[in-house]
């Protein structure tokens, strides 16, 4: 593709205004956004210098000035968002949790790999500077061989049984929008689990209020993983390898710092970098690089990735017994 790539942004909501803060902030080119309604189409263009405001999604994807849509609705529409851009010849980036389920994700890279569109996962987290560091630390074997992840993503919360967090009509529950992030890291570091366990508890709403997780793998390896919408948590994660560990700062999934410590205890690397704002232009580089370089998947978070993170949610999803309508 020559020239800028511009960006459309599908959705209005909180999410959309962190990611295009930082697209707007790093001088990236956001041409339009759709919403549902003309007047909150306006009202987010007014407010980030957007030319072009569509009220409806269907608008937005039609743009002649739009060659990527940023999908930032909540989980049960973005396959239905998603497949919509892509089958009007629109790069994608689909906000996490990737779908609602894995035959939802498996339909959205089917249509961009046969289309030759990327659809990226914007689990912002893997791109970041701290996450570029600790890979390269991984792979230099400083850890040695590493053995175990431990992450949590607790938060306190609105209560309020309307709220998508707690509306199993909009995906709500702990697992899909606060476990994906520990759950990813483990894909990261370990990739697919060969056992999955998992318990949790549940909202008046029937939907998981916190879920502690554990995978394991062939090799031997292990991870300990937890999530919570109604009590905070510490938000810290650890690596932990024959020969040393990382220890990450809270908060571990957003721009932060960590510490490498040998087998003895002793510090041998701290890492700490200044990211600003939020940190979310990095995924939208990446989507850019790929669409530049004419391909689909990157070596990150490869679309095949991302249909194998839903698969494993599925899972604990039916071990703590949480069932979406419609599903």
Do not use: C
């Not at 996490?96 to 689990?123: C, H, I, P, W, Y």
């Not at 175990?148 to 702990?174: C, F, M, S, Y």
């Amino acid at each position: 593709m020559a020239g800028t790539i511009r960006w459309g942004i599908l959705g209005t909501g909180f999410i959309a205004h962190a990611q295009v803060a930082d697209l707007v902030g790093y001088g990236f080119t956001v041409t339009a956004v759709g919403s549902r309604s003309q007047e909150s189409a306006d009202a987010f263009a007014a407010e980030f210098g957007i030319a072009t405001a569509h009220a409806s999604y269907e608008a937005l994807v039609a743009d002649p000035n739009v060659d990527i849509v940023y999908v930032s609705t909540p989980h049960p529409f973005h396959a239905e968002n998603a497949l919509l851009a892509l089958r009007a010849g629109k790069h994608v980036l689909i906000e996490k949790a990737f779908t609602l389920n894995a035959a939802q994700a498996r339909e959205v890279v089917r249509v961009a790999a046969d289309s030759g569109l990327v659809a990226l996962e914007a689990m912002w987290t893997r791109f970041l500077p701290h996450f570029l560091r600790i890979r390269e630390i991984i792979a230099a074997g400083t850890l040695g061989e590493v053995r175990t992840v431990i992450a949590d993503h607790n938060q306190n919360l609105p209560k309020d049984p309307n709220h998508r967090i707690n509306n199993p009509e909009l995906g709500g529950g702990a697992l899909l929008d606060l476990g994906i992030y520990p759950v990813s890291l483990a894909f990261d570091i370990f990739g697919s689990p060969s056992s999955v366990y998992a318990i949790a508890a549940k909202t008046a709403t029937g939907v998981d209020r916190q879920t502690a997780i554990v995978f394991g793998y062939a090799g031997g390896q292990q991870a300990l993983l937890h999530a919570a919408l109604d009590t905070a948590g510490p938000n810290t994660a650890a690596i932990i390898g024959t020969e040393g560990r990382i220890e990450i700062d809270s908060v571990w999934y957003s721009p932060t710092s960590f510490t490498v410590f040998d087998s003895s205890g002793a510090v041998i690397e701290r890492f700490e970098q200044k990211v600003d704002p939020r940190g979310m232009q990095f995924q939208a580089w990446e989507a850019e690089r790929l669409i530049g370089a004419g391909l689909t998947s990157g070596e990150i978070l490869p679309p095949e990735e991302s249909v194998r993170i839903m698969e494993t949610l599925d899972e604990i999803r039916r071990q703590i017994g949480v069932v979406y309508p419609g599903e």
